[in-house]
């Protein structure tokens, strides 16, 4: 129970409240002891659609299958719908993932879909008033504006916000219109969760992706959670985490706070904020200096890993327990643990990822992985679990400021392949873009502003930003914008632009966070219950989702509102060319079969909707364990059909359940190590030596498949005369009839070749994982020996690293601060806090702080209290006096939005639209602090100081 124990309760009443208290919110809420909603709660309007006057109870019931869209664990839902009402739900008991399995957000689903607390209809801030609009009104004022910002400004002057809760079709959509109006300021919010796992991951062996799956950890000896608390961020996949548990498997939970997961560990290690490489190299100093490592694997499969043991050498404990602050004794149990009782696996999330050092701390732990050999095995891997239901089908599909779909970067060879798929003139593709040079190059092949710094793109002096103007009108497109640091910045530059655009079931922050009286719309997006499509689960499987019901009140779906933009701006042939339109609905399944028709590097091409849909109709025909049917119509393929799910669909490609192993053939799943690198680095071999994937006809490393190659081994004429037409001059990732990818298969062997993993990674700011005390730090003794990077130019915008770094706030900032997750909300929360059966779980925003601390500040447990961030912000939030954090650093989640430093934003919202819950924003005191390589932000390693208020 948090924060509103029955000993408190009367204390905490009569004190002035940020939100509601428990007796509060159930007297106004009418809820019953057992937390039961009366009719007085949910009100008449959703208890009309709810209990449906006009459907009697006998009515006839279709069930419609749904994926939930939370966390990106994947759970089936069977959603009952009677007369277009959906009147019920259950989680689905056949599913492969949840086998009926359900959360407390998955169990409230259905409210996501009646809510009241939605947009109803478009709305525009004009003179402090929300005005109502139509569509067509919304979309022509927006466009209007629009290109006069182009005419103005230029195209990088307007910045499209993404969404994690796109469906893949939506997603590719998305990163589409933004190349059809001509910039690269599109990105999502992986750019704050998971983007330093993408960059370091897919830098180390050729994928950016979780390598095994949720399932596959039921047959694991060890799991190591390193920044991941599962038990409240994905607590479906813990029923797989505890089988394996059950069948034996050593559960080690290193965090600096004591969570729920820990809870359930045989070791909980506690580290030092910011300081993953040195415990990751403590480790690996055990695990040489006793030959636990595996030779043989690190001889044939890996570059690279004598430059990782030199620096190793210089963690010894004693220097491991100074900065990190765990003794030899436990490093050691740590390290046993692991190398005894393989295959192992390592979990992390953004504990992990979010610091200014991330893509070198996902680096270290595949570094870990690769030295014990635990790569290419069932109960081995890195499972990566990702945070929203397409967060991970949203990254695959190109909502990033590098990236066009398929990761193919932006150079005028992706591009120039993108509109081969597309069927479009490359040069109108690159005249929509800004002419001239920025940073040497053309702003077509420029990574744009990451999401995480759009406001520094409003804010910063435009002569020192690598673009014609800065950022005039934003799109925020199911993204909440308190999920990001430096709320302050953020206020302001929400002030500052011409115009705002939220488009999204809810107001959200970027719609009411402002102090404007004009100049902001609010567009009613409909949610993924109404409509369907392919969404990407965390272990790469696709599954496909029914529409559950029409579009509730005046909203449209995504992909409809994307197309009314593109008519407005008179593109809508290019933008829908082979994709049939219904009115103003691109027909999702042709968009399928569009992104099937580009997305080789990543096998997102043996997916066609009737195999998903396939898949979808026979979820109880999985085995929970191999996510394999081993019979039904799908039988001998796994789940999803996960990517790489190679070549056309015609070919049949199974999916690949693990990446990388070598045991199975690569037409049933198997592989190896991708040959993305090269295949020599300084003289040195870069290919695997003496490995190879079953059955493979080349049984040695060998590059990536060409055209030319295939001539040279005499494999050309196993192409047909069709698909030679199109194979000609191109490789495995550009030839779109697949004919590269059947061939190369056929004889055995993966397109995208065999090498060795990478630990150097020479074209990264640091070439190893280096370890660099965070920018606001408490332990100035570190940081002349381990300083951050000299502030630099990074993609479009100015870094600050040493100018931070070099100033000592810790005397002031005493208190180490870190964030994260709760069980009862999601991201920025404001769908969570407007649902009232998880608003009456949580009503107070809180900070975490040991006892020692509290009572050297005279602080108890409910206090409301002040927390200072040391670029002055200041919020009022409540004290929850607990021993799960140590003396000298604290906790807070981030999910909490709706009061700004004190001030209720409840008068912002329009009517009928405010969240129950209210609560200061985490981020608001979070601070400054940028990956060099991804931009993501760093959230978990900060400094604070707590006043009583």
């Not at 007085?40 to 006998?58: C, I, Q, W």
Request: glycine share 10%; with cysteine.
């Amino acid at each position: 129970m948090r924060l509103t124990r029955t000993s408190t309760e009367a204390r905490q009443a009569e004190k002035p409240s940020l939100g509601m208290n428990r007796r509060q919110f159930l007297k106004s809420a009418g809820f019953a002891t057992g937390g039961i909603a009366a009719a007085s709660m949910l009100g008449t309007g959703m208890m009309r659609r709810a209990e449906a006057k006009d459907v009697p109870h006998n009515a006839p019931t279709e069930v419609k299958r749904t994926i939930c869209s939370h966390c990106s664990v994947g759970c089936g839902i069977y959603a009952e719908v009677q007369n277009g009402v959906w009147t019920g739900q259950e989680p689905a008991f056949d599913h492969p993932f949840n086998q009926g399995g359900h959360c407390a957000k998955g169990a409230s689903l259905r409210e996501h879909g009646h809510g009241e607390k939605r947009l109803k209809y478009p709305m525009k801030l004009e003179g402090g008033k929300w005005k109502k609009l139509s569509w067509d009104q919304a979309i022509n004022e927006i466009g209007d504006k629009m290109l006069s910002i182009r005419e103005q400004s230029g195209p990088d002057s307007v910045y499209f916000m993404g969404s994690a809760k796109f469906s893949n079709e939506q997603s590719y959509l998305y990163r589409k219109l933004a190349a059809m109006w001509g910039t690269n300021n599109v990105d999502h919010s992986a750019r704050i969760c998971h983007s330093t796992t993408v960059a370091g991951v897919a830098n180390t062996w050729g994928y950016g992706a979780q390598t095994n799956s949720f399932n596959d950890m039921r047959n694991s000896k060890c799991m190591m959670f390193i920044g991941s608390n599962p038990t409240e961020a994905h607590p479906v996949a813990m029923q797989h985490v505890l089988t394996g548990k059950e069948r034996g498997a050593k559960i080690i939970v290193v965090d600096p706070r004591f969570t729920r997961t820990a809870a359930k560990s045989d070791e909980y290690v506690h580290i030092r904020p910011g300081t993953d490489i040195p415990f990751i190299y403590g480790l690996l100093w055990h695990i040489f200096e006793n030959s636990w490592h595996d030779e043989a694997f690190i001889k044939s499969r890996v570059y690279g890993m004598e430059r990782i043991q030199d620096e190793v050498k210089r963690w010894t404990p004693e220097e491991v327990e100074n900065v990190v602050g765990v003794s030899k004794a436990q490093m050691y149990r740590v390290a046993k643990m692991m190398a005894e009782h393989k295959p192992g696996t390592i979990v992390w999330c953004m504990g992990g990822t979010q610091h200014h050092v991330g893509n070198a701390n996902t680096r270290a732990y595949c570094i870990l992985q690769l030295a014990l050999g635990n790569m290419g095995v069932s109960g081995g891997g890195t499972n990566i679990f990702r945070g929203h239901d397409n967060v991970q089908g949203a990254t695959d599909f190109g909502l990033l400021f590098d990236n066009l779909p398929g990761y193919y970067g932006l150079t005028s060879g992706a591009w120039a392949h993108w509109s081969n798929v597309w069927d479009l003139d490359p040069a109108w593709v690159s005249g929509r873009f800004d002419q001239g040079e920025y940073l040497g190059k053309q702003p077509q092949t420029t990574a744009g502003i990451p999401c995480s710094r759009w406001h520094d793109g409003v804010l910063e002096d435009k002569t020192k930003i690598a673009q014609k103007d800065n950022i005039r009108l934003a799109f925020f497109w199911g993204q909440s914008v308190n999920t990001e640091t430096r709320g302050r910045e953020v206020r302001e530059a929400l002030n500052k632009m011409d115009t705002v655009v939220v488009v999204d079931p809810f107001p959200t922050m970027a719609g009411v966070m402002h102090q404007r009286t004009d100049g902001v719309y609010l567009l009613p997006a409909a949610t993924q219950f109404e409509t369907y499509g392919s969404v990407t689960a965390s272990n790469r499987s696709l599954q496909w989702r029914d529409k559950v019901i029409e579009p509730l009140f005046e909203s449209l779906p995504d992909h409809v509102i994307m197309y009314k933009l593109a008519k407005k701006w008179g593109v809508e042939k290019e933008f829908c060319k082979h994709i049939q339109v219904n009115g103003d609905e691109p027909l999702v399944e042709d968009v399928t079969r569009e992104f099937n028709r580009g997305m080789w590097t990543i096998g997102y091409t043996g997916q066609s909707p009737e195999r998903l849909k396939m898949h979808q109709q026979n979820w109880g025909t999985f085995d929970v364990n191999s996510l394999e049917a081993p019979g039904g119509p799908a039988k001998g393929e796994t789940y999803g059909l996960p990517w790489p799910c190679w070549g056309t669909a015609e070919m049949k490609h199974p999916g690949t359940q693990i990446l990388y192993r070598t045991d199975r053939e690569v037409r049933f799943g198997g592989g190896n190590f991708r040959a993305r690198f090269g295949v020599e680095h300084e003289g040195n071999n870069l290919l695997a030596e003496g490995t190879y994937s079953k059955g493979a006809e080349i049984q040695d490393g060998y590059p990536e498949f060409t055209a030319d190659m295939l001539k040279q081994l005499g494999w050309w004429d196993d192409l047909t005369e069709e698909e030679k037409k199109y194979a000609e001059g191109k490789n495995w990732k550009t030839d779109v009839s697949g004919g590269i990818q059947r061939v190369a298969i056929k004889h055995g062997c993966i397109p995208y070749g065999n090498a060795k993993a990478r630990c150097i990674v020479w074209n990264f700011p640091d070439d190893i994982p280096l370890h660099r005390e965070p920018l606001y730090t408490p332990r100035r003794d570190l940081v002349a020996k381990y300083p951050t990077y000299d502030d630099r130019m990074v993609h479009r915008l100015p870094t600050l690293y040493k100018s931070i770094q070099e100033k000592d706030f810790s005397k002031d900032f005493p208190l180490a601060l870190t964030s994260g997750r709760l069980v009862e909300y999601e991201g920025g929360g404001e769908e969570t806090r407007s649902n009232p059966w998880l608003a009456e779980l949580q009503q107070e925003m809180f900070i975490e702080i040991n006892p020692g601390d509290a009572a050297d500040r005279g602080i108890r447990d409910g206090d409301d209290v002040k927390v200072h961030g040391p670029e002055g912000a200041v919020i009022t939030v409540k004290a929850m006096v607990t021993p799960r954090v140590i003396a000298g650093e604290c906790f807070m989640p981030y999910h909490f939005a709706g009061i700004f430093e004190g001030e209720s934003l409840v008068k912002n919202y329009p009517e009928g639209t405010v969240p129950y819950v209210q609560g200061e924003s985490a981020n608001t005191v979070l601070t400054y602090g940028y990956d060099p390589v991804t931009q993501m932000q760093e959230t978990k390693s900060s400094l604070c100081q707590i006043t009583k208020a």
